[in-house]
């Protein structure tokens, strides 16, 4: 495995998959940057042992390693800074919100020097009921609501610090808002480049078939794109300040060559927008997307690598269009929450299932957990592949090919397809899912009516509760029958 962004790999990489044999130790990735595990053969995160922390809290819980996530922030945004100020150029770091928001979440972002980036009036909310200055919070959404749009022109001083149009009609919708509430609004407009990106490829076409932003390319020859049709509604109205342009081109990404080719789009459409009307945009946002290590060997994505061949990219592009190079802002928010995060959860029914003649495996060991797709819907959503191991104890028992399944009534109700677990598997064990520390809790629902795990946050020791576990009754206070 190749260690990156300083997280020391530990010793024990290469014996992962094997859990009987791990010494103690630190995890490694993909486990939270504290994980250790002990001399007794338990894991603690952030000098709380993980035994006793579900002891006292219960499963499912999520845990949320809080020097990680701090560390990731600062990480990115200095890795940033620095490729950034190379070449002269600002740079700025949206957490987004999305992947996990509360308000401790959104002070410790601040904290560590970034915006906040909301997609909907609860995040919005969130983000500025957590202190979060406004002019640092961004709102996001093809489809935004008034109360979203109020809220976002009103808070704080002068409004949020931008608004990210989505579409024609909107530009029209927020000025006309903006006017009724006698403030200006300060706006940026999403573009759809044609890049793709996720997984270990990128792909590039030319036109664009999704419902966010408007495309940089022209339908037909000769016509202006819909994105510099956009472009010269926002100038045409005076309660819109347009900041810049957005490009958010896709999650999980680990080449950055998608996020170079998207950048020069965008300077294309700033410097051709310059050509037209004079008015050279200040700022250029990229988006978020930056991919993580899901499994033990997988590598994420450097953040000095990102930021050197961004900046790099973006300084190109300027020089190449003959314009100034703009401020830039990114919206990460998987790589600063998701590795920092685990789901712990206890092992009840453990059923081995003999498959058919002619299968990969003669048997399946199908282990249930008490959560499930509920508390993490990726697999079952996308095919999303993660990683368990038993926290409680080790095991000199061989390993077996197992399933993590939920308690959901739902045959795809899987946590995790393929993991080698200890034979000797059994009710009562303690099991930790790894990097579910963005988009779990945040896509989290209550199906079957089960209630959602809580989040604790784990740091020198110290236990945070961040948010509180739902209960049945939480459930029936909102049943009105
Ligand atoms: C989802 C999203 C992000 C964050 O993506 P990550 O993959 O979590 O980094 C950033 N910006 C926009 C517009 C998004 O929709």
């Known amino acids: 495995m190749t260690a990156t962004s300083g997280h020391d790999a530990g010793p024990a990489d290469d014996s992962r998959d094997l859990p009987g044999g791990l010494p103690d ?20 995160v952030g000098d709380v042992g993980l035994p006793e922390l579900a002891a006292a809290q219960g499963t499912p819980l999520y845990v949320v390693d809080e020097r990680d996530m701090r560390e990731r922030a600062a990480a990115l945004r200095d890795a940033m800074t620095t490729a950034f100020a190379e070449h002269g150029a600002e740079v700025e770091l949206f957490y ?24 909907s ?6 983000a500025l009921s957590a202190g979060v200055d406004a002019a640092r919070v961004g709102l996001h959404g093809n489809n935004k609501s008034d109360e979203e749009l109020e809220l976002a022109l009103t808070a704080g001083d002068k409004g949020i610090g931008r608004v990210v149009l989505d579409s024609l009609v909107e530009v029209d919708r927020v000025a006309d808002v903006a006017a009724g509430l006698g403030v200006r609004a300060r706006v940026m407009l999403r573009v759809t480049t044609g890049v793709h990106a996720g997984g270990h490829e990128y792909i590039s076409t030319g036109h664009e078939d999704q419902k966010f932003g408007l495309s940089v390319h022209p339908a037909r020859p000769g016509e202006d794109s819909p994105a510099l049709t956009a472009l010269l509604a926002i100038l045409a109205r005076p309660e819109l300040d347009l900041l810049g342009l957005h490009s958010h081109i896709g999650s999980q990404i680990l080449d950055p060559a998608g996020f170079d080719a998207a950048a020069r789009e965008v300077l294309r459409v700033r410097a051709e927008l310059a050509e037209r009307t004079g008015v050279l945009v200040p700022e250029v946002d990229l988006g978020g997307g930056f991919g993580v290590a899901y499994l033990p060997g997988e590598v994420e994505l450097d953040p000095e690598r990102i930021a050197k061949e961004t900046a790099a990219a973006v300084v190109e592009a300027a020089a190449e269009t003959g314009t100034a190079v703009p401020r830039v802002s990114f919206e990460p928010g998987r790589s600063i929450a ?126 945070t509760p961040l948010v509180r576990r739902e209960s049945v009754a939480d459930l029936l206070a909102l049943d009105l029958g």
């Open 121 to 126: 009036l609860g995040e919005l909310t969130t």
């Open 25 to 44: 130790g630190p995890l490694g990735l993909p486990w939270p940057r504290t994980a250790v595990r002990r001399a007794d053969g338990s894991v603690a």
């Open 338 to 463: 998701g590795p920092a995060g685990l789901t712990l959860y206890t092992v009840g029914t453990v059923k081995p299932v003999r498959l058919p003649e002619g299968s990969e495996l003669a048997e399946r060991l199908y282990v249930s957990i008490d959560g499930g797709m509920g508390d993490n819907i990726r697999p079952a959503l996308y095919g999303a592949a993660y990683h368990a191991e038993l926290v409680g104890r080790t095991s000199s028992a061989p390993p077996v090919r197992a399933r993590v399944v939920g308690k959901h009534c739902e045959s795809g109700d899987i946590v995790v397809h393929d993991v080698d677990l200890p034979a000797d598997v059994h009710a009562g064990d303690l099991l930790a899912v790894a990097v579910t520390g963005a988009y779990g809790r945040s896509m989290a629902s209550t199906y079957n009516l089960l209630p959602r795990p809580g989040v604790v946050a784990v740091r020198d020791g110290e236990v």
């Open 96 to 119: 987004a919100g999305k992947a996990f928001l509360c308000r401790a979440v959104a002070r410790w972002m601040s904290q560590e020097g970034l915006g906040i980036d909301t997609a």
